[in-house]
């Protein structure tokens, strides 16, 4: 039997990303977001922004409305607000927005947390379109794995035909397919195949299988 190559993959790297500094909260935009826009970066498939951000300590987002997005299921409509109750220490979070299969869906919210067993397992399945493997679902065919690895750890991928991947460093570094990826680096393809992570330093990322 032959082995499917290794997909290519398209580097975005994290200094390359737009920036927004409002004191309280900064924030790196993978993605075209607010005042940021690239029409190069749009978004990948049914994902839509990532926005890497650090807010400071007693500070966040007021009172704000959110519509037809897979953020907590906003549906037809949800106000929310955030914010970091530390009074000493930043917090520093991935804000991720997923586009529903439909529009106009019922608002819901899921929290998910990890089994004893996950805590340490290196590739876990943390949502999914059917809640399978006790994973948190999604009104879209994207599945998102937490990747948790350290030095010289590895973890493999297939990406089945007609789907793609984006994978996005929280923490530390990694390779990809023998691709360098540091902290706030991202990557992607569109092509069909085997993906092999292999960690260069304690390292925390997730990847996203997109339809």
Request: net charge negative; charged share 25%.
């Amino acid at each position: 039997m032959k082995t499917a190559p290794s997909p290519e993959l398209t580097l975005r790297r994290a200094d390359a990303r737009g920036r927004a500094d409002l004191g309280w909260l900064d924030s790196r935009h993978t993605f075209s977001f607010a005042d940021y826009y690239d029409p190069a970066h749009m978004g990948f498939r049914s994902l839509r922004v990532i926005n890497d951000d650090r807010v400071a300590a007693g500070r966040g987002f007021d009172l704000h409305p959110h519509r037809d997005m897979e953020i907590m299921s906003a549906g037809h409509g949800v106000t929310h607000s955030e914010f970091n109750p530390s009074d000493r220490e930043p917090a520093h979070f991935l804000q991720i927005w997923i586009l529903p299969r439909e529009r106009g869906l019922t608002p819901s919210y899921t929290e998910w947390q990890p089994a004893a067993a996950p805590l340490t397992a290196p590739k876990v399945l943390l949502v999914s379109p059917d809640g399978r493997e006790d994973s948190a679902t999604i009104h879209q065919d994207a599945e998102i794995y937490r990747l948790r690895l350290q030095p010289g750890d590895t973890a493999t991928h297939e990406l089945r035909p007609g789907r793609g991947a984006w994978l996005q460093v929280a923490t530390g570094a990694l390779q990809c397919n023998g691709l360098e990826l540091a902290p706030g680096d991202g990557a992607s393809t569109d092509a069909p195949g085997p993906l092999t992570f292999r960690a260069t330093e304690p390292v925390e990322a997730l990847l996203f299988d997109l339809k």
